[in-house]
C-alpha cells in the first residue's frame, strides 16, 4: 500500500519521468497553436483527447506557463454579470475536479468561495442584480449584508473608518483557487501523452495566408505548413492577429500582482473590492495573494511600480486592517489583452483557418481548461459551439457588444 | 514603471499624472462612413508593439493635451510632438 | 546573558545599558546596539525558528535580514527579521512557526518524513480519490506560514517622505562613501542610502591592516565623518532600498531608530543619476545539513564577535571560498576562539598574507577542501572536510560552529530590478550585473570588485560618472580615477566552486522552502530544466529570503546537472521589493480626501446626513424627516436642494459653438441667450455619457453644466476635440467656484420673488428660460428654469462664498411657504415620478440616445461638424437587439423591486430594474427598467426578481412579481406643472 503510494511520485528505474518532451520541428502540422499558455495548451490536450487530432504543435516563445498563465492570481469563479458569460465559466468551474482526476495531477482546487464587497448602494444593487441573474441560471450566489460579510471574513473593517465603508457583499461559494502553474504542466503533459508537441522558446515570426486562407506558419526555427492556427497568444495575440492582418479591439493593458510574506492562514476566502482596485487571498503556503488594477495605458513591459504597491497596502489595509503587519515580497506584472466590452473573443475569423481565443484580459485563467474544449470542438468539426456564439468578433462590427460591464470604459477619449 | 512622461507646460513629470488618450487616429467622414468601417474606427487598435504615437493628458497637472511617441516595448517617449497647450 | 568579548574598537554595543526584553514569555537582558538576535544569541539561544515545510531547527546565519531563520514575532508584529532589528527595552519576542518551542517543536517529526515528500509532492498526492483532497487540504494549510496575524497589534506610527535629488547612492560602505564624497564634490544634492545603522560596510569592523596602513575600521570612521560634514549630502541609515524603478525612481523603506517617532518610514527617492554600491552576500555552501544550528555565514561570525562582543562558539571550523573567510579566521582566532581548521574550496587565487597569518596562529589551513557533510541534531556536531574535486581523503572534525560559504555573491538585486542583465563571469566564479539603464551605475563589490584601494577607485569613479550624467563631469578626472583603476594589480581569483558534491544528502539549496539539491535533480528530471520552471515548481527562491542565498547557486547547479558550462543557465528575475516592505510604512498616514460643498456646514446644521458619491460628499437625506414628507413638500409647497457639485463650465472664443457642436449631439447654432437648451453626449458608440443644459451669454461665450459624476471627464473631452482640432475656444472649470441650489415647489416661485428684484412671473421668465439677477439687492446670482423633479423650479447659482448665505436667505424667505431641505434620496422619487433619467443609474455602456428615448436630442440635420457618436447612434437608431428603457408600474402598488432586481421571461434573464420607488405622490411603486426589444412593449407585463437567500441546499427560492409598462412621465405627463 504504502510502496504503491510512493510509487506514484517517485521516480522508478529507466521510467521517463519528463512532463513533456522535446521534438524536432515538422515541416507540416494538422492545427498549430500559438501560444503555449492555459488556453492553447487547453485546446491542444481537447484537439487530442476528444477529436483524435494529435498532429498539433503548440509554439512557444518563452517557455510554457511564461505569460498570464503563470502570473495570475489563480482565482476560479463563475459570477459573472451577463447571462452569454455565465454558463461557459459555470461549466469551467465544474470541470476542475474532473480534470485533476483524468489528468493526475493534483491542480490543488481550493474551494473557498469569494466575496466581492460593495460600498455603497449603487454598487449593491450591482451586485445584487448580478446574484439575481446567478440564482436565476442556477449559480450559487448569494448577497451579504455588511455585518455577515464580517462573519465570513472576520478580519474585514465594516465600520465607518475605511474611506469607503463596506456595505455589503456578494458571496459566490462555488468559487476559489487552483494552483495556475499545475494546470500549464498537466495539461502540457496531457497534450504530450497525445501525441502533441510542444516547441518551447520558438517564435513565430510570421503567418501565412493565401486566398484568404491560412497555409503555414513562418518560426525562427523554420516554417510549418498548417491549414488551422489558433491564436491564443494572450497579451500579444493583437501581435499574431496583425500577421494576417487582422486588428483585434483588444488594448494590451500592463496588471500587476504581488504577494506578501507567508503567514498563518487567516484569510480563508478570496475577497475582492471593485471599488478598491483590490482582491486577496492567502495561498496554500500563506502568502497573501493580491491583485491590482491595470495601467491604464498600452505597454508591452511586464515592468511594475511603487505606485500600485502603495495603493495595495492603503486598499487591503482599508479593507483588513490586521493587515498592517504583513509585508509585501513580491510585485509582478503581466499583460492583459483587454477588450471593450470585458467579455473575450472567441471566434473565427475572416481568414479562413484563422482562429481566435483572446482578449480575455485579467480573467483567462479561470476559463481556459473549458475554453480550450469547446474550441478544440469548433477546429475540429468547423461548427461554432452554442456556448461560444456570443463571443464572436462580428459583435463589434454589429454593434452588440456583451453586457459584462455596465460602466463606460475610459482609456480612450472617445469612451 | 513608474516612468516620467515630459508635459510640454511642465516638464519631466510622474506618469500617474496623465491619463492616456488613446492612439491617434483619423476619423472617418461622419457622412460617408459605413457601419462597418466606424465600427472598426471605434473598437479596434493598433496595438503596436514598437513606436507609436497617442495621446496624452496632463489630468493632474496643467490639463494640456498633447501627443508623443512612445515605445510600448519600454515605456520610453521617442520624440516629443508638439510644444504649445 | 554570557560574558561579551574585552571591549574593542569595532563594537557597537553600550555595556552599561542593559535593556530588559521578553523572549517566549521570559525575561531576558540584552544590551543597546544588540539585535534581537545577537541579545538571544549571548543569552544562549541557538534555535531560533523552524523552517516552513519540515520543521527544522534553524539558528542563526546571517546579520543582515537576507535569511529567514531568524524570524520572529515582535509585539503582535509577524516575520520580523530579528537579525537586523534593534533590541528596544521592554520588547515581546515569540518564536514562530513552531508548535511548543524552537527547540522542542512537535511538527519538528515532519524533517522525518521528507524522505517521503519529494519534489512536487503536493502535486502528486492526495487527489486521488477525490475525497482525499479538502481534508488534505486542510492540514496542509493548518501547517502553512510562518508569522501569525495578530488584529492586536499596536497601530504604530508611520510615514511617507518624498526626496528629490541629483545623485541617490545606495549603500554607504567604501564604495559608496568615495561615491558620495566625489558627487558631493560637484556641489548637488546626493542622497546615501544605508541599510545599517552606521556607514562603513564591512570596513567597520576589519581590524586587519592591508599593506597600505591603517586598519579598515578607522579608515572607515574617518570616511563617514568625511561624508557627514558634506552639507550637501543627506545620509539616511537604517534605511534598505526595496527598489529602482524606471526612471531612476528609488524607493525605500527606514526603520525607526532612537530619536525617529515613525516606526518606519517608506520613502521615494527621484534621482537623475543613482549609485549601486551594496557589496556582495555569501553564497551558502551546499553539503548534507547544510542547515543546521551552528552553521553560519563567515560574516556573520566575524560581526558577532568584533560588532556584538559576542563570541560564535568555542570550536570553530571555516569552510570559505573568499579570503574574507581566512581574515576572519585569523581575526577570531586572535580573540580567543579556538579555530580547528580553515578549508577553502580554492587551490589557487588566496590572499598569502592571510594564509601566513594563519600559519603565524598555528591553524591548520586546508587548500582545495570544503564541508562535505555535517552532523547534529539540533545542534552542530561535527563537520567533514573533503576535497573540492576527486575522491581525496576525507576527515572528520567536531565544532560547535561551521562558517560555511562558496564564496561571495553580488548584492545585484536592486540593479537586476532596473533592468541589468546577469551575465556569468568565470574570472569572478559569479553571476555579474552588466548593461544598466541610462544614469545607474555600480562600484565595489557588488561588480566583483576586490581589495580596498579598487573598491574606493571604483566608488570616486562611480561618483565622478553620476556628476556626468548630470553634464558636470570632469573628464580628466574620471580618465585619472581610471588610471588608477588600470595600475591596481589584478590577482586571480583562483577556481570557484559550482557543483556540489554528488550524492549528498539533506543539502538545502533553498532554506526558505527546504528544497533539496536532489530535489532539483528530479525537477529537472520532470523535464523543469530551466531556473525559471524550476523555481516555481519547487517554490526554490520564493520565501521570504528571495533569492538572496539561493539566486546563485541555482542556475549554477542547473547548468551543473545538465552538463552545461556554468553560466549556460541565468538566475530567475528579481522582483521589488528586493527588502520586504510592510503595508503599514507603505500606507503611512492614513489620508482620506473627500470634496464638500459651500454649502456642506449649512446643509450639517440642518441634519443633513452625508454620503459619499464620487470625490463630494452630498446630503442623502435630513434627519428629521422622511422620505416622503422631504418629496410630499416639494410636491406641495417647496423644497431645495444643493447641487453645487454639479459641473458648471463657462467656454468662450471663436469657435466655441463649433466644440459644442462636437460633442453635444443637438444643434448648438440654435442657442440663444436667455433660453436653456437640453444637451445630450454621446461617445463614438453612440452611448449617452452626460447630459446638462447650455446657454449663451455673450458673443461666442456659453455656459454649461454637466451631471456631477463627470464634470471632470467633460473638461478632458472638450479640451481633447479643442486641441485636436486647433480651435480657439476657451473652457474656464467653474465648477468649485460656483455654489448652485435648486429651488423647487409650486411655491418655489413665491420664495424667488421675495429675494429678488426681478419680474420673476411665467410670461417674464418661463420655462427653460435663464436670467442673471441680483439677490438680495448685492449678489449676482445666474437663475435658470429647470425642472428635473418634475415642479416648477428655480436652479440659482451663485459665487461659492455667497453659497451658506445663499441657503439662510432661502430659509428665511421660504419660512412662510414651508420651506425644507430635501437629499438625493428625494430627489431621486421626485425625478422618478417624473420620468428623467439619470445617465449611468438609468442607461448602461449601451444605451444610445434612442435606447432610452432621447432620440430628439440629437439633431440629425447639423452637418459637418463630426458630431461624436453621429454615425454610430444613425447605425443603431434601426437595430432590433437594442434593450429599451421602460417604465412600469407594480401590480401590487406597495411592492418595490429593490435596485439590482432583473427582469425575467420563461426562465431567463431578460433585463434590469434601473431604478424603482414607491412614489408617495401617486401612491405606488413605479420604476424604470432596461428591457429587450420583444418585451418593450406598451401595456406589457413584466416578471421580475429579486435575489434571494440561499437554502440549506445552496438554491435560492424563486419568487418573482409583476408589473405593467406605461407611459413616462408618471407624474404630470403634460408638464404643465413645469412650465406653469
Known sequence: MMKKFMDRF???????????????????YDAVIVGGGLHGLAAAYYLGRDHGMTDVAVIERRYIGYGGSGRNTSIVRSNQRSKENIPLYDEGLKLWPELIGELDFNLMFFNCGNLNLAHSEAEAAGLKMTVATAQIMGVRSEFLNA??????????????????????????????????????????????????????????????????????????????????????????????????GIDLPVTVLPLQALVSEPLKPFLHHVVSSGRYHAYASQSLKGEIVTGAHMDPWPSYTTHVTAHYMKHQAEALMDLMPCLRGARFMRIWGGLTDMTPDMAPIV??????????????????????????????RWIATGNCPEILKPFSLRRYRNYNLQRETAAVMYYTPWN | MSFLLTCPNCGPRNIYEFRFGGEVKTRPDENTVSAEDWADYVYLSKNVCGVQKEWWYHAKGCGTWFAVERDTRDNLPVVKEENEG | MTPRLPESPTQRISRENELLFFYRGKPFKGLEGDTIATALYSNGVRIFSRSMKYHRPRGLYNLDGYSSHCLVTVDGEPNVRGCATPLRQGMWVTPQNVLGSPRWDLMGLMQFFSFAMPVGFYYKAFHKPSWVWPFAQAVIRRAAGLGRIDPEMPEGVYQNRYYNCEVCIIGGGLAGMEAALAAAEGGVRVILLERRDHLGGDLAYRVTRSNEGIPPYRRAAMLAEAVSACENVTVLLCTSATAIYQSNHVTAVKRGGAGDPYRETYLEVRARSVVVATGAIERPLLFSNNDLPGIMQGSCAHRLARVYGIKPGNRMVVSGCHDGMLEMAADLAELGIEIVAVADGRSSGFDTELISNLHRKGIPFLPGTMARKAIGFKRLKGVQLAPTFGNGRKRWYSCDVLAASAGEAPLSQLLQVAGAKMAYDSAAGQFLPGEFPPGIHAAGKVTAARGEETIAAQGKLAGLMA?????????????????????????????????????????????????????????????????????RYTAVGTGPSQSYLSGTNLPLLLADQRGLEPGAVLPTTVR?????????????????????????????????????TGVWERAGSFADAGLSQEVENVRKNVGFIDVSTLGKFRLFGRDAVKLLNRVYAGNMETVTEGRLKYAAMCNEQGVIIDDGVVTRMGESDYFFTTSSLRAGNTLEWLAFHSKEEDWEAHLVNLTDAMAAVNLAGPRSREVLARLVDADCSNEVFPYMAVRRMKLCGEVDALVMRVGFVGELSFEIHVPASYGAALQDALL??????????????????????????????????????????????????????????????????????????????????????????????????????????????????????????????????????????LNRKGLPEIKTFRGTIVPVPFYDPEGKRLRG
Open chain 1, 10 to 28: 517517485r521516480k522508478k528505474g529507466r521510467q521517463d519521468v519528463r512532463m513533456w518532451h522535446e521534438h524536432p520541428m515538422k515541416p507540416a
Open chain 1, 147 to 244: 455585518r455577515e460579510c464580517k462573519e465570513l471574513v472576520p478580519h474585514l473593517d465594516i465600520t465607518h473608518r475605511p474611506r469607503y465603508p463596506i456595505y455589503g457583499g456578494m458571496y459566490h461559494p462555488p468559487g476559489g483557487t487552483v494552483r495556475h502553474d499545475a494546470v500549464v504542466w498537466a495539461l502540457a503533459r496531457g497534450a504530450d501523452r497525445l501525441g502533441i508537441h510542444i516547441h518551447q522558446l520558438t517564435e513565430v515570426e510570421d503567418i501565412l495566408v493565401e486566398k484568404g486562407k491560412v497555409t503555414g506558419v513562418k518560426t525562427d526555427k523554420g516554417t510549418i505548413r498548417t491549414p488551422l492556427v489558433l491564436n491564443a497568444a494572450g497579451g500579444y495575440s493583437p501581435t499574431v492577429s496583425t500577421m494576417v
Open chain 1, 347 to 376: 471566434s473565427d475569423s475572416p481568414i479562413g483557418g484563422f482562429y481566435l481565443d483572446c482578449g480575455w484580459g485579467y480573467f483567462g485563467f479561470k476559463s481556459a481548461p473549458i475554453t480550450g474544449r469547446y474550441m478544440a
Open chain 3, 467 to 535: 556628476l556626468q550624467d548630470l553634464g558636470l563631469g570632469r573628464t580628466s578626472h574620471i580618465r585619472q580615477v581610471r588610471e588608477i583603476l588600470d595600475v591596481i594589480e589584478k590577482r586571480p581569483a583562483g577556481r570557484h566552486w559550482t557543483a556540489p558534491p554528488v550524492g549528498s544528502r539533506k543539502c538545502f539549496l533553498c532554506f526558505d522552502e527546504d528544497v533539496t539539491t536532489d530535489q532539483v535533480r528530479d525537477a529537472i528530471d520532470q523535464g523543469f530544466d530551466q531556473s525559471e520552471l524550476v523555481k
Open chain 3, 576 to 612: 521589488p521589493p528586493v527588502f520586504p516592505t510592510s503595508l503599514a510604512a507603505l500606507g503611512g498616514r492614513r489620508y482620506t480626501s473627500s470634496k464638500r460643498t459651500p454649502l456642506h456646514e449649512k446643509q450639517a446644521q440642518l441634519g443633513a446626513c452625508f454620503r459619499l
Open chain 3, 812 to 949: 428665511d424667505a421660504g419660512k412662510p411657504y414651508c420651506i425644507r431641505p430635501f437629499g438625493l434620496d428625494a430627489q431621486s422619487v421626485l425625478r422618478l415620478e417624473k420620468g428623467h433619467v439619470i445617465i449611468g443609474t438609468d442607461t448602461d455602456n449601451h444605451s444610445t440616445l434612442h435606447d432610452i428615448g432621447l432620440s430628439w436630442a440629437w439633431d440629425r440635420k447639423k452637418a459637418g461638424n463630426q458630431t461624436v457618436g453621429a454615425p454610430a447612434l444613425r447605425f443603431t437608431e434601426t437595430q432590433k437587439h437594442r434593450q429599451k428603457l421602460v417604465g412600469f408600474t407594480m401590480n401590487e402598488a406597495f411592492r418595490t423591486p429593490s435596485d439590482g432586481s432583473i427582469v425575467v421571461a420563461d426562465g431567463t434573464v431578460k433585463g434590469r430594474v434601473t431604478s424603482s420607488r414607491f412614489s408617495p405622490t401617486l401612491g405606488r411603486s413605479i420604476g424604470l427598467a432596461l428591457v429587450d426589444p420583444d418585451l418593450a412593449v406598451m401595456g406589457g407585463t413584466l416578471e421580475f426578481y429579486t435575489d434571494g437567500r
